[in-house]
């Protein structure tokens, strides 16, 4: 059974910046695409972040292309969201995902509250 568990989340300013991750397990996860999605109450759910199995080509929505960097560390099983420039709008409980565009499985979620 895959198991996702998401860390790093927190209370940034706007402006601020944000490094969240998520740890893989039981299933191979070098194999596989990953990404991030995000929730809000009022967006719903929507994807953020995709990068494919090898790590050598990534995707995002515009909202947050240029801000936003998705890597991944296959030999730590490791999955990563760094967060720049961050707005009031980004506010959201983030997940990762199997899949590239977050059609898998999720984990728990982390959530991130920009705010001054």
């Known amino acids: 059974e895959v198991q996702l568990v998401e860390s790093g989340g927190g209370l940034v300013q706007p402006g601020g910046s944000l490094r969240i991750s998520c740890a893989a397990s039981r299933f191979t996860f070098s194999r596989f695409d990953m990404s991030w999605a995000r929730q809000t109450p009022g967006k719903g759910f929507e994807w953020v972040s995709g990068?494919?199995?090898?790590?050598?080509?990534?995707a995002y929505r515009d909202s947050v292309r240029g801000r936003f960097t998705i890597s991944r560390d296959n030999a730590k099983n490791m999955l990563y969201l760094q967060m720049n420039s961050l707005k009031t709008e980004d506010t959201a409980v983030y997940y990762c995902a199997t899949g590239l565009y977050a059609t898998g499985q999720r984990g728990q979620g982390t959530q991130v509250t920009v705010s001054s």
């Open positions: 990068i494919v199995s090898g790590g050598d080509r990534t």
